[in-house]
């Protein structure tokens, strides 16, 4: 069955580290997104891709990067420079691209923590 | 600025029929996007607006009206498995505005 897998479900980052978040799709979509949830307010878009070797800039860029070396993949790194990286990360995906008003699927979402 | 309410909470019994409002306000308007969110899980996508009118699917239908920057989601029968948040959202993609999400919560 195609869909969007994250990996892990739970991450835990300490203090000055990188973690690495993944996203795979085999839906054959060509725009992928990263959302950061937090309690009590909407999604707010980090990084979006449409196609592969090139991503741009969300609301809430700062702290964090992405690559989109393979069609089915957008894995994002959050940085040390991320002071409060505690959330609820969601990848999505969507054909054609991120200007259309394509129904967007999401992959099962990674909860990351600091220790 | 730009922004989407929605109410925080809502309580409704098994069986009865459930409005959930959002009122937005963007620069511009693209379509209007309605999605489901069972408690730690992904987004799932329920209804898409538009144009003025009611989209009926099953026993879930959404409203928008344009001019007054306004959507309902309305939920007939309820059922357990109705508990969850739904999310109210403008387009286009690569620039959604999301509401924070109304939490229903159903009882037997």
């Known amino acids: 069955d195609g869909g969007i897998t994250q990996s892990p479900k739970y991450l835990f980052r300490k203090e000055g580290q990188n973690v690495t978040l993944s996203c795979e799709q085999n839906l054959n979509h060509d725009a992928m997104y990263w959302y950061r949830q937090d309690p009590g307010q909407g999604l707010r878009l980090i990084y979006y891709s449409q196609i592969v070797n090139d991503f741009q800039k969300g609301d809430i860029a700062e702290g964090y990067s992405v690559s989109r070396e393979k069609k089915e993949s957008f894995p994002l790194t959050v940085t040390s420079a991320q002071k409060n990286p505690t959330a609820f990360y969601l990848c999505a995906s969507s054909r054609g691209t991120a200007a259309t008003n394509e129904k967007l699927f999401f992959g099962s979402g990674t909860q990351l923590s600091v220790l | 600025g730009q922004n989407i309410d929605q109410p925080t909470e809502m309580t409704a019994t098994e069986g009865a029929i459930v409005q959930i409002n959002c009122t937005y306000q963007?620069?511009?308007?693209?379509?209007l996007f309605w999605y489901q969110q069972h408690a730690g899980e992904a987004p799932t996508f329920l209804s898409y607006?538009?144009l003025d009118g009611l989209e009926e699917k099953g026993r879930f239908s959404s409203f928008l009206s344009r001019s007054k920057g306004y959507s309902y989601l309305l939920l007939k029968e309820l059922q357990m498995k109705d508990s969850a948040s739904y999310l109210c959202a403008v387009g286009p993609n690569y620039q959604l505005i999301w509401g924070a999400g109304t939490k229903l919560i159903i009882k037997p």
């Open positions: 607006n538009v």
């Open positions: 963007t620069s511009g308007f693209n379509g």
